[in-house]
């Protein structure tokens, strides 16, 4: 998959991440850059464990929440990564996606055709832009994970449309998840949302297991059909975050390795939660402290 030259967002100049002090405890990655064998099994937690994700989530959805309240006209990514960095270690946690396979910044962050993994540079927010945030955190021997995309100034109305549908994806995911639920269940619900609002589903990027480890199984697939035939277990904690086109779910590589953007240009959101697998439901871990109003505006609560 190769960059288009022209058109669209163009990358920036970034710079290095601010550093993290010595006293916050870092992932086994931090230093090398390599986090292992990719996805691996899906870890049943322990109650001490369990616990330590209720206090790495909650650092994940108010870093999430601050970071609405940065977005706006005129700031650059890589000054709102400074930001919501600063935020992580002054609560002792270690921002995950920093040296996550040599990933450059503390935090994704991707403005309107970018679909994921954004790296934060000089380009300055503009009036109308979209922006998916992507939060993580490791404290206490866990990650948290969360994203959510907010409006920068107003938005038109395709721009409001991708937004809400994909949240209702999300929640419409969420609604069906127990335990013994087959995990393929999920993307189908998100295609059948996506579908009916004519939308694209991206298919390249999938939820995924954690707790002491950043990315495990099961592999959550956003979309319908895909042969799955794993299920969700009690005790485990997961994310799911669909990531829905304006236009065609197909994608691109830009040349640093990580930007992903939509083949055609059009707009992309993203909203995660990272939930817990009881033995009667999930609990959704990274939960607003209020709702989510629509009407309102991606960046602010009710």
Request: charged share 20%; hydrophobic share 35%; net charge negative.
């Given at each position: 998959m190769i960059r288009r030259s022209q058109g669209g967002i163009?990358?920036?100049?970034?710079?290095?991440?601010?550093?993290?002090?010595?006293?916050?405890?870092r992932p086994p990655y931090a230093e090398t850059g390599d986090p292992g064998a990719a996805m691996p099994a899906a870890v049943v937690l322990s109650e001490e464990q369990t616990e330590a994700m209720v206090h790495a989530t909650a650092l994940a959805r108010d870093v999430l929440d601050l970071a609405g309240t940065l977005v706006m006209p005129g700031v650059q990514t890589c000054d709102l990564d400074d930001q919501l960095h600063q935020a992580i270690i002054a609560?002792?946690?270690?921002?995950?996606?920093?040296?996550?396979r040599g990933f450059p910044r503390s935090n994704c962050i991707s403005v309107n055709e970018i679909v994921c993994?954004?790296?934060?540079?000089?380009r300055p927010l503009e009036d109308g832009d979209v922006v998916s945030i992507d939060v993580s955190c490791f404290l206490n021997g866990v990650h948290g994970d969360t994203c959510r995309t907010f409006y920068v100034g107003e938005p038109d109305d395709e721009t409001r449309?991708?937004?809400?549908?994909?949240?209702?994806?999300?929640?419409?995911?969420?609604?069906?998840c127990g335990p013994g639920v087959p995990v393929s269940e999920i993307g189908e619900v998100i295609e059948r949302v996506a579908n009916k609002a004519g939308l694209g589903t991206v298919r390249e990027f999938v939820g995924h297991g954690i707790g002491p480890t950043f990315h495990t199984r099961p592999q959550v697939f956003h979309?319908?059909?895909?042969?799955?035939?794993e299920v969700l277990q009690a005790g485990t904690c997961f994310t799911i975050e669909p990531m829905l086109t304006a236009g065609s779910p197909k994608v691109t590589l830009w040349r640093d390795?990580?930007?992903?953007?939509?083949?055609?240009?059009?707009r992309s959101a993203q909203f995660e939660h990272t939930l817990h697998?009881?033995?009667?439901?999930?609990?959704?871990?990274?939960?607003?402290?209020?709702?989510?109003?629509?009407?309102?505006?991606?960046?602010?609560?009710?």
């Amino acid at each position: 998959m190769i960059r288009r030259s022209q058109g669209g967002i163009q990358p920036g100049k970034t710079r290095p991440a601010l550093p993290v002090p010595e006293h916050i405890v870092r992932p086994p990655y931090a230093e090398t850059g390599d986090p292992g064998a990719a996805m691996p099994a899906a870890v049943v937690l322990s109650e001490e464990q369990t616990e330590a994700m209720v206090h790495a989530t909650a650092l994940a959805r108010d870093v999430l929440d601050l970071a609405g309240t940065l977005v706006m006209p005129g700031v650059q990514t890589c000054d709102l990564d400074d930001q919501l960095h600063q935020a992580i270690i002054a609560r002792n946690g270690y921002p995950s996606p920093l040296n996550y396979r040599g990933f450059p910044r503390s935090n994704c962050i991707s403005v309107n055709e970018i679909v994921c993994h954004g790296i934060p540079d000089d380009r300055p927010l503009e009036d109308g832009d979209v922006v998916s945030i992507d939060v993580s955190c490791f404290l206490n021997g866990v990650h948290g994970d969360t994203c959510r995309t907010f409006y920068v100034g107003e938005p038109d109305d395709e721009t409001r449309h991708l937004v809400r549908t994909t949240k209702r994806a999300l929640d419409a995911a969420i609604a069906i998840c127990g335990p013994g639920v087959p995990v393929s269940e999920i993307g189908e619900v998100i295609e059948r949302v996506a579908n009916k609002a004519g939308l694209g589903t991206v298919r390249e990027f999938v939820g995924h297991g954690i707790g002491p480890t950043f990315h495990t199984r099961p592999q959550v697939f956003h979309f319908a059909g895909s042969r799955s035939t794993e299920v969700l277990q009690a005790g485990t904690c997961f994310t799911i975050e669909p990531m829905l086109t304006a236009g065609s779910p197909k994608v691109t590589l830009w040349r640093d390795g990580w930007t992903v953007a939509t083949a055609d240009r059009k707009r992309s959101a993203q909203f995660e939660h990272t939930l817990h697998v009881t033995e009667s439901g999930v609990e959704v871990l990274t939960a607003y402290d209020r709702e989510f109003e629509e009407d309102a505006g991606a960046n602010r609560l009710a």
